[in-house]
């Protein structure tokens, strides 16, 4: 055996999960025969789309089986013990002492109705790890290098006291506290907006280089994983495809399709001319919650197009979701106007006739909760061809068909029901849904944040795509400047419910920029080793 085996943390060989059907009691594997091995100290980084096992493997690592899925062949070897054969006693006993885990939303890790200091110290002192007092010190110390704000005090806040990347690095101190071995990172960035992600990224790894502790990176950015695993393994429909140092991997791939993930952001989309032609204005709007008492839009005077898609960015609270529900009749504005092809359009959704509803569509960020489970695909895209254009029967089923081509998936999805389409299949029916009013404008709302890349760089095409064909306008709203740059002809930048920048994209995305946009660029990740540190060292020194 070699020196590495004998010396590895955690050791998976010949690694099979499989999930048994409720229905049939049939079992399909999802991981096949995978293998690596891990150091202490060490951070492997699992990289792939949806559905490739990346979590999988990481909650196997803890002997723990989401759902239905279990342990079929192999092993996993933490600490010399195999987790696969442990008993559920001697797991409970190494979980949150031994080997750690952080979700993706910290939000739901959290009690509501406690303490962060109380959560965060409870699993080191119930494992006996410290005392309670040992805990708090630690837990201190923790807030310290991870950079919480005002650390002395931080443990006495609540949940919803602090902000979402506050609370991800809250949830990496609380998997920290009781000194673990191995911590498992299931994409603990992916819900934050480039500017948090990247301070949060910095904090994690930060801690692990101070700690010691061996990770395991669960992304489906490659960009990302790139700042701070030793090595990645790349996988694909629960096979590995590539394990390598992190170097080899995004600089000399040996595979096709982690070629294809390096790759991935080449879309480029040439910004339309200038069109007078103007189907969506605002004019002067401002917006309020609280009965006016939280300002969150002041002044916002934008225009779209006819055939040409205007992105608006920012950070998460720059009000740009608030923006899509003033237009959509979701939320008055307290001042200003929305005019839709010249005509006045009524700020309340209940006033709007059903061609004002018709003429302007929405496209939701989680496909996930934008569809009834219950209903097929059939029925989710044929309810507006009915309700708007009173189609039924056959004539409604030829025109679902239509639209489930000019989608890219067919009629043979018709009869199936949400779940049982991937997260990409998912939103291209939303998009099919909106397309079905034939509107003047739809409203992309962070529709791709939620994807992989492959899978977001394909809905972005067919966004594209369907221009071209139906004659569609965009306001595209995302917080990505990478997407926006594929897909916009303008770009409006907002901050703080304000425009800071706003112009033809050939414009916005040309020097010299204004601090906020700057800061935006410059929290892009990118595809080369060192680009963090250099990023942080570079926002630290304009801020001095």
Not at 483 to 493: C, E, G, H, R
């Amino acid at each position: 055996m070699s020196d590495q085996v004998q010396s590895a943390l955690l050791q998976v060989r010949d690694l099979h999960l499989a999930v048994e059907s409720k229905s049939d009691r049939s079992v399909h594997t999802i991981v096949s025969n995978v293998s690596f091995d891990l150091l202490k100290g060490q951070v492997l980084g699992l990289i792939g789309e949806s559905g490739a096992g990346k979590s999988t493997i990481g909650l196997a690592a803890m002997g723990y089986g989401r759902g239905a899925v279990r342990i079929v062949g192999g092993s996993v070897v933490l600490n010399g013990k195999d987790v696969a054969a442990m008993k559920a006693k001697d797991l409970q006993a190494i979980r949150g002492c031994e080997i750690a885990y952080v979700a993706q939303s910290a939000a739901l890790a959290f009690n509501p109705a406690h303490p962060l200091m109380d959560q965060i110290v409870e699993s080191a002192v119930l494992h006996g790890r410290l005392t309670r007092k040992q805990a708090e010190e630690r837990a201190l110390a923790l807030f310290k290098t991870l950079r919480l704000p005002d650390p002395e005090h931080f443990g006495n806040k609540y949940p919803h006291q602090v902000s979402g990347g506050q609370l991800q690095r809250a949830m990496t101190a609380m998997a920290l506290c009781a000194q673990p071995d191995l911590i498992v990172f299931d994409e603990p960035t992916t819900a934050l907006d480039v500017t948090t992600q990247m301070d949060v990224l910095a904090a994690i790894k930060d801690a692990i280089r101070q700690t010691h502790v061996a990770a395991l990176y669960i992304t489906h950015d490659l960009a990302v994983v790139a700042q701070i695993a030793d090595r990645i393994m790349v996988l694909r429909n629960g096979n590995m495809v590539e394990l390598g140092e992190t170097e080899q991997v995004i600089h000399y791939p040996k595979e096709s399709y982690t070629r294809d993930l390096v790759s991935v952001r080449t879309l480029q989309h040439l910004e339309k001319p200038v069109t007078n032609d103007i189907v969506l204005r605002m004019d002067g709007i401002f917006a309020a919650y609280g009965g006016g008492k939280a300002k969150v839009l002041e002044d916002i005077s934008l225009e779209l197009g006819a055939g040409r898609t205007l992105a608006v960015v920012g950070e998460s609270g720059s009000g740009k979701s608030t923006l899509a529900r003033v237009l959509v009749g979701l939320l008055p504005p307290t001042q200003g106007q929305v005019h839709l092809h010249g005509s006045l359009l009524r700020s309340r959704l209940e006033e709007r006739t059903w061609e004002e509803l018709r003429r302007l569509q929405l496209i939701y960020q989680m496909a996930d909760v934008a569809m009834n489970p219950r209903h097929r695909i059939r029925d989710i895209i044929g309810r507006p061809l009915t309700f708007y254009f009173g189609m039924k029967g056959a004539e409604r089923d030829r025109r679902v068909a239509e639209l489930l081509d000019e989608i890219e998936l067919g009629n043979r999805f018709a009869d199936r029901f949400p779940a049982e389409l991937s997260g990409g299949q998912k939103q291209r029916v939303c998009i099919a849904r909106a397309l079905a009013a034939k509107p003047e404008v739809i409203i992309c709302d962070e529709v791709t944040s939620a994807l992989d890349p492959l899978v977001a760089d394909g809905i972005l095409k067919l966004l594209l795509k369907l221009q071209e064909v139906e004659k569609v306008s965009y306001l595209f709203i995302s917080h990505d400047l990478a997407t926006v740059s594929a897909i916009a002809d303008s770009i409006a930048v907002m901050h703080r419910g304000r425009l800071v920048r706003y112009g033809s994209k050939s414009t916005v995305l040309a020097p010299p920029f204004d601090d906020y946009t700057k800061l935006l660029f410059e929290s892009v990740p990118r595809m080369e080793r060192g680009w963090l540190e250099s990023a942080m060292a570079g926002r630290t020194q304009a801020l001095a």
